[in-house]
């Protein structure tokens, strides 16, 4: 289970998070993009607004609720940089910062010192030029649109940081669950919560059925394809954890990785339980 970002200032925070908690992982680099084809509006604030409005050919409101948000996150970021903050920490919020900070500090309106970036005294918000990007699929009249706005597109080369999670002490999952959620969306880290969940559970239900005996592999692996899937009621519902044959066979070789089980000549031992 993965959790995965192309931010160097997460790469950092995160790992040094996860080992102050104990949680077992791997850290693994790979080259990565980011990418976007679309549009771009240029102009004050107001400018893009207007411009915004006198289209023909795109999907306005859509375009709309977008220019709002970006307003939003703006405004956001501008009082942060009125009293000045570690350029770090604000990084920590997402790639949708780096993207305004470029644009503010390509206008002179931001001081950094390499550390810590502030508003310049008597910048005027109203007066400074930003870019508005908006993709491709909102445009159903590229002729028209292009009439008023530039085509966009760029691709940004950069590397990933992939957090392999090796923990299957439910305690540890739960306490990854409370870090992570500072660094990554709720929908993704629910999956990944729910995915070493339902890991550590299989891998409990493994241990428990090998009990004090040697049983062979095959047979194990037998047993547990006929019991899938595992249906766990919970006060709050019910948990239901599916598995194919090579993932089962995934959970033993991280068991024996990490020292729960040992494997030899065909059957499998158990040598300590998770908790």
């Known amino acids: 289970m993965r959790l995965v970002t192309k931010s160097e200032a997460v790469r950092k925070a995160l790992t040094e998070e996860l080992k102050r908690e104990g949680i077992r992982f ?3 680099e790979r080259p990565g993009f980011e990418g976007f084809v679309g549009y771009m509006v240029e102009g004050t604030l107001e400018e893009i607004e207007n411009t915004i409005s006198g289209l023909e050919g795109a999907d306005v409101e859509a375009l709309k609720e977008g220019f709002l948000s970006f307003r939003e996150s703006l405004n956001h970021i501008i009082e942060h940089l009125k009293a000045g903050e570690k350029a770090d920490e604000m990084l920590k919020e997402g790639l949708w910062v780096a993207e305004i900070l470029d644009q503010l500090y390509r206008q002179g309106a931001v001081e950094y010192d390499g550390e810590n970036i502030k508003l310049r005294e008597g910048v005027d918000i109203s007066k400074l030029r930003f870019e508005f990007k908006f993709p491709f699929n909102l445009v159903h009249n590229p002729e028209k ?5 530039k ?7 950069l590397i990933e940081y992939e957090f392999e999670i090796l923990e299957m002490d439910i305690g540890k999952i739960n306490a990854l669950g409370k870090v992570a959620s500072k660094y990554f969306p709720e929908e993704t880290l629910l999956k990944v919560y729910f995915a070493l969940v339902g890991r550590a559970i299989l891998a409990e239900e493994i241990l428990k059925a090998i009990g004090a005996r040697k049983i062979p592999e095959e047979e194990l692996i037998r047993g547990f394809m006929r019991a899938s899937p595992i249906v766990v009621p919970t006060p709050k519902g019910t948990l239901v954890i599916n598995y194919s044959k090579a993932s089962l066979e995934e959970v033993l070789r991280l068991l024996k990785r990490l020292g729960y089980v040992e494997i030899k000549g ?5 040598l300590k339980d998770l908790a």
């Open 26 to 28: 791997e850290l693994h």
């Open 266 to 270: 065909g059957k499998v031992r158990k």
């Open 145 to 149: 649109v292009e009439e008023k706005v």
């Open 151 to 157: 085509q966009f597109a760029f691709a940004d080369l």
